[in-house]
């Protein structure tokens, strides 16, 4: 059996006006994967992160996050992810403990569950010492380490990363990855937009969109096998020149 | 509710931890009143002044006597004719004329009344105010005592004309003018400063994820400048009062009720700004240029809207603190109810309803 999907999307349309960002996409994602969302600027990966948030409603289509629809249950969907930017989003001037506090309160987290999971997480990344240290101080490839921490320390159903790795080093990386592995063995389910062609491969299922559609979704080795590429950075090449010749 | 009192929290810890937010917040304001206070209405001395006397009697040389060994003016000129006034103030060093009428001490001995006409120089409007001031308080200085002894009591009236600059009112125009910018500057120009700050920083995405709602975001943000504007306003009411004399006349619950009305209204345009403001510097950029500046120039607080030219008079009706300015005079100095001024409150209820209803507008647009 098929693990069940914890993301379906059919027929989604996004129109602004008479430009169509997102057209007719389908897709689905299942319980616990890590599901790439790649595609060039301006490909309309943004809106269609939106529109899953419940920050934005579709022109048209059906779909649903973690059970419940996009149109009316913003809300309900709202707690059951969490987010991630490339800007790592903590407060420069608060301490490690007073923004996972503070991200925590927002969820409605209670203070004995918070303190509980903080020395979790402060053990786990094995920085207790920085626990009253400003974000301001902190390393980069810390902060995004500990941004994502705090993306999941709800433990939400789905944690959705948009490109989560700009700017950091190769090593940094790799050990991002390494945590969100460690999210998806937990069974949150990861989805992810990237730059990076190599962090594709690491991926379970990959999506590619070209123009507001979705021109490829599979597996990387699938992918790399239907385009007769070498790497994923090849499969893109050979989409997008399909596309524009 | 747990939820947002930390998010509040948040947003005080923000604001404590930086400096340079709460040099804003609470020396800027002090150090401006005290600075408008002390430069503007600077206490005077040596005034140039120049004396038309047509009468040259006992009493007409005993009040320029007075006047002029006051300390505070200086005798520069005797004038022998009238149309040496208007020469005398073009040279510009002399900044008051006293013109004393023909039969001055027999129309204020037989008659009981005689009349002293005090021209100023209101190029300089607050200047003048006051040596127009510090002269009548010697010549009524001067008819108190003349009239200690005396059952039917003399009096001299004086006609004041400021050259000019006809239509200047009031010394106390700062302690206002003062608490409308600074609440202006708080409210304003700091919450969509904090508000900027989020968007820059990205943190602004992950609130609008989170399950707080938007309303909520902005609120949060908003709640402790509310606090820190209000308590600048009873700073500078304080100050206006016990180091200017500045007077309150009227009720205080009132003035602060009006002084929470303005800083809410601030506090919506403020929410406006940030909506179209992506970064701080924009932010900061359009708070100057659209608030500060207008604030400054166009509210009647420096420069009196009568004598603006009448473009300028019109756009004088959107500034908003030019209805606090009057409001606040209005019960300062005057001691009047909302009875006189409800005008005024109603404009800036309904701008800040305007300003409300145009961000939630933009910020939906922006969420698209």
Known sequence: MEKQPIIVVENLVKKFGNFVANDNL????????????????????TTAIKILCGLSS????????????????????????????????????????????????????????IDERMEELLSGLNIQELKNTLIASLPLGWKQKLAFSIAIFHKPKIVFLDEPTGGVDPIARRQFWDMI????????????????????????????????????????????????????????????????? | MHRFLGFVKKEFFHIFRDGRTMLVLFGIPVVQLLIFGYVVTNEIKDIKIAIFDQSKDEVTIEISNKIISSGYFKLEKNLDNISNIEEIFREGYVKEVIVFEP??????????????????????????????????????????????????????????????????????????????????????????????????????????????????????????????????????????????????????????????LFISMALSLGILISTMAKSQQVAMFISVFVLMLPTLLLSGFIFPIENMPVILQWLSYIMPPKYFIIIIKNIMLKGTGIAFVWKE?????????????????????RLE
């Open chain 1, 26 to 45: 389908t897709f689905r994602v299942k319980k616990g994967e890590i599901f790439g969302f790649l595609g060039a600027n301006g490909a309309g990966k």
């Open chain 1, 58 to 113: 579709p022109t048209s289509g059906k779909v649903t996050v973690a059970g419940f629809d996009v149109y009316r249950e913003t809300n309900k969907i709202k707690q059951n992810i969490g987010y991630m930017s490339q800007k790592f989003s903590l407060y420069e001037n608060l301490t490690v403990k007073e923004n996972i506090r503070f991200y925590a309160g927002i969820y409605g987290l209670n203070k004995k569950v």
């Open chain 1, 181 to 245: 592995y460690d999210a998806a063995r937990n069974g949150i389910t990861v989805f992810v937009t990237t730059h990076y062609m190599d962090e594709a491969e690491y991926c379970d299922r990959v999506s590619i969109m070209v123009d507001g559609r979705i021109e490829a979704l599979d597996t990387p080795a699938a992918l790399k096998k239907a385009f007769a590429a070498e790497n994923m950075d090849g499969v893109f090449l050979k989409l997008a020149r399909k596309k524009s010749n």
């Open chain 2, 103 to 260: 039969d001055f001490a027999r129309k204020f001995e037989r008659e009981g009344i005689a009349a002293i006409q005090i021209l100023a120089d209101a190029s300089d409007a607050n200047t003048a105010n006051l040596i127009v001031n510090y002269t009548n308080a010697i010549i009524m200085d001067y008819v108190k005592k003349v009239n200690g002894s005396n059952q039917m009591p003399m009096k001299i009236e004086p006609e004041v004309r400021m050259i000019y600059n006809e239509g200047m009112k009031g010394v106390y125009m700062f302690v206002p003018g003062t608490m409308a910018l600074i609440l202006m500057l708080v409210s304003a120009m700091m919450t969509s400063i904090s508000i900027a700050r989020e968007k820059e920083m990205g943190t602004m995405e992950v609130l609008l994820v989170s399950p707080l709602k938007p309303f909520q975001i902005v609120t949060g943000k908003v709640i402790p400048y509310v606090v820190f504007a209000f308590i600048n306003a009873v700073t500078i009411i304080v100050i206006g009062h016990f180091v200017f004399g500045m007077p309150i006349k009227g009720s205080v619950l009132f003035l602060l009720a009006e002084s929470f």
């Open chain 2, 345 to 365: 409150t109603l404009i800036l209820f309904g701008m800040m309803l305007f300003f409300i209803a145009v961000s939630v507008k933009k910020f939906k647009i």
